[in-house]
């Protein structure tokens, strides 16, 4: 189930990366933001139902470590808005 996820999940990220190429919108935090909402959908679909396998325990810390960025980005986004 992990390979699947991971698959998965590199498949996002390179689509998205196409996409903003293409569409010439590449920024590092607009990649991070759809990269990491695409990790929150698959996170969500291949959960384990049974078991906690280690590939989930490293996957929930990748999450946790993606809110603490994500929240960074949008304090430094707010800051550039209201400075």
Same mark, same amino acid.
């Given at each position: 189930? %992990?390979? +699947?996820?991971?698959?998965?999940?590199?498949?996002?990220?390179?689509?998205?990366?196409?996409? +903003?190429?293409? =569409?010439? +919108? =590449?920024?590092?935090?607009?990649?991070?933001?759809?990269?990491?909402?695409?990790?929150?959908?698959?996170?969500?679909?291949? %959960?384990?139902?049974?078991?906690?396998?280690?590939?989930?325990?490293?996957?929930?810390?990748?999450?946790?470590?993606?809110?603490?960025?994500?929240? +960074?980005?949008?304090?430094?986004?707010?800051?550039?808005?209201?400075?």
């Amino acid at each position: 189930m %992990a390979g +699947l996820a991971l698959v998965t999940l590199g498949g996002w990220l390179i689509c998205t990366l196409a996409v +903003l190429l293409y =569409f010439s +919108l =590449f920024t590092i935090r607009g990649y991070f933001v759809i990269a990491f909402i695409g990790l929150l959908a698959i996170a969500q679909v291949f %959960a384990p139902v049974q078991s906690s396998p280690r590939w989930w325990v490293i996957l929930r810390r990748l999450v946790i470590l993606g809110y603490v960025v994500f929240t +960074l980005v949008i304090v430094e986004y707010a800051s550039e808005m209201i400075f």
